[in-house]
Nanobody
């Protein structure tokens, strides 16, 4: 059974930090490409950060570079997103997703390429 479960969302003021977690079933984690996407009301879902769990390569959206860090704990089949210096424009529902190795090599920010998704966790940043 494939499961992805996000946690760690909440409400913070601008400049604050949050750490998101995505606990994955072993099968989902073994797909090798795991990412964080977000969706604000009225906007399309966008890629935030992706990690290739098979080797550790990471990819970031320009809007979060230097502020967000994606990481993994292979022993726990868990992916994290450390978010620092949060801005109001970071507000949205954050989803974790799992895809094949091909996705990490060719289309890591293309949401339609990811096969499995979590339910999402809300992040609200107030000014």
């Amino acid at each position: 059974q494939v499961q992805l479960q996000e946690s760690g969302g909440g409400s913070v003021q601008s400049g604050g930090s949050l750490r998101l977690s995505c606990a994955a079933s072993e099968y989902a984690y073994s797909m090798y490409c795991m990412g964080w996407f977000r969706q604000a009301p009225g906007k399309e879902r966008e890629g935030v950060a992706v990690i290739y769990t098979g080797g550790g390569s990471t990819y970031y959206a320009d809007s979060v570079k230097g502020r967000f860090t994606i990481s993994q704990d292979n022993a726990k089949n868990t992916m994290y997103l450390q978010m620092n210096s949060l801005k109001p424009e970071d507000t949205g529902t954050y989803y974790c997703a799992a895809g094949t190795e091909y996705v990490c090599r060719r289309a890591y920010f293309v949401s339609s390429q990811y096969k499995y998704w979590g339910q999402g966790t809300q992040v609200t940043v107030s000014s």
